[in-house]
């Protein structure tokens, strides 16, 4: 199967994630992950994978059994089924020639992708986009990814002169609301020495370095009175919460910062008089400065609880994931050097990006499965102007393959990795 069609093919699934099923704790969030799930299995088999396993989570592993008597470690890739629910209509996917300007997406609604918003577009003059129709998300994120993987196995089970190792793959769902699916995941029963998420953005990009991630909530308790006797009883909480946010740092928040610059971000502040819950993401790339962050916060609280008085505020810590470079330090590093290698094999010049958000990858790796992120090629992710350049697609899927490439010739007998 061609890797346009079979991208296509997983797009006709709406697998949006549903934020009310997750809050449950159901999982997967909606029916049809389940069903791209069972999709990816019958092609899976298909194929002549081993060990294929789909799990009553959605969660999806198989194996690609080593076509050689050398010992060589586990490569594993991974990619996710939903979507996000920023958009939750059907998509229509459609392949539309690009020749530079601006790209007719509907044309009874007028809709475009206009090359003054996306300048980016200019790269692809003369390639092939996989757009919408404009009234939805396409879905290649991560639906490339799905696509990307599942070619490259294709290709390396139809040209078994090609000499690997073992190669797993993982297929995780809910990954658009809190990581959920690599969360659920068991490194220790998938058997990877390390492994590669497909969740990126453009052609060469290469992500070995994301936030380190926590959440604050921070519960302000007042005293609520009637207004006609409020006078030095009234303790509005709501004023309380305002006053605490104030003394965040005013610059060091999302709107203010890029690059590896980190902040606070009140995400969510719901109350009344009497009591208000605030709700902040902590962001920092570093380990020292995202301590350094949460210790802020918490001495903030603790003073003003002070000047409020005893249980006026309670501030609740918790981690979220982990920068990925963590787990890619001293020994550590060979993923990254081997998928640098693997770009240059495949002619891409390697654009490293520190990614100001998370993905699986920081959970797996958490977990003991070192995992940097590769492109899938897409662009504008969670939008209606999400497309997908048909050769990045094609080149997310021969950067896997020259990945798998790479491992079998950097620990063969006699080159071995130092």
């Known amino acids: 199967m061609d890797i346009v069609e079979r991208f296509i093919n997983y797009t006709k699934i709406n697998t949006t994630t549903s934020r009310e099923n997750g809050a449950k704790g159901i999982m997967p969030s909606s029916p049809s992950q389940m069903k791209l799930a069972k999709l990816l299995v019958s092609e899976l088999e298909a194929l002549g994978m081993e060990d294929i396993i789909l799990r009553e989570n959605a969660i999806v592993t198989a194996t690609l059994p080593a076509n050689t008597d050398e010992t060589i470690p586990v490569v594993s890739f991974f990619g996710h089924l939903d979507t996000s629910a920023e958009q939750t209509a059907d998509t229509k996917a459609q392949r539309l020639p690009y020749n530079g300007g601006d790209l007719c997406l509907n044309p009874e609604l007028n809709i475009y992708l206009r090359e003054s918003e996306f300048p980016e577009l200019k790269n692809y003059i003369g390639d092939d986009l996989i757009v919408t129709d404009g009234t939805s998300l396409l879905g290649a994120d991560d639906k490339a990814a799905l696509a990307a993987i599942m070619n490259a196995l294709q290709f390396l089970i139809s040209h078994p002169e090609i000499r690997h190792g073992e190669v ?15 969360k659920a995941f068991d490194v220790s029963e998938f058997g990877a020495d390390f492994g590669y998420t497909l969740d990126c953005c453009g052609i060469g990009e290469f992500v070995y370095e994301n936030w ?102 309670i501030c609740q810590l918790s981690d979220r994931y982990a920068n990925v470079f963590n787990s890619l330090q001293g020994e550590g590093h060979y993923p990254i050097d081997i998928a640098l290698r693997a770009y240059q094999r495949c002619g891409i010049t390697p654009t490293p990006v520190a990614m100001r958000g998370g993905y699986d990858g920081a959970v797996l790796s ?18 209606i102007y999400e497309y997908l350049p048909v050769r990045s697609l094609r080149a997310a899927s021969d950067v896997v393959i020259a990945i798998i490439q790479e491992t079998f010739n950097g620990f063969t007998t006699g080159n071995r990795e130092s």
């Open 168 to 182: 797993k793959v993982g297929f995780v769902p809910d990954e658009e609301q809190g990581l959920r699916g690599a």
């Open 366 to 383: 958490q977990k003991g499965l070192p995992c940097p992120n590769i492109f899938t090629g897409a662009h504008n992710f969670h939008s």
């Open 212 to 313: 380190n991630a926590g959440d604050a909530e921070i519960i302000f308790t007042g005293q609520s009175a009637h207004p006609m006797s409020a006078k030095g009883k009234l303790k509005n909480s709501l004023l309380m919460a305002h006053k605490f946010i104030s003394m965040l740092p005013g610059g060091e928040a999302p709107e203010y910062t890029e690059g590896r610059e980190g902040y606070y971000w009140v995400k969510q502040l719901q109350g009344n008089s009497a009591r208000t819950v605030l709700k902040l993401d902590i962001r920092d790339f570093s380990e020292e400065g995202y301590h350094a962050r949460k210790t802020f916060v918490r001495q903030l609280a603790e003073s003003a609880c002070a000047l409020w008085g005893e249980g006026s505020v």
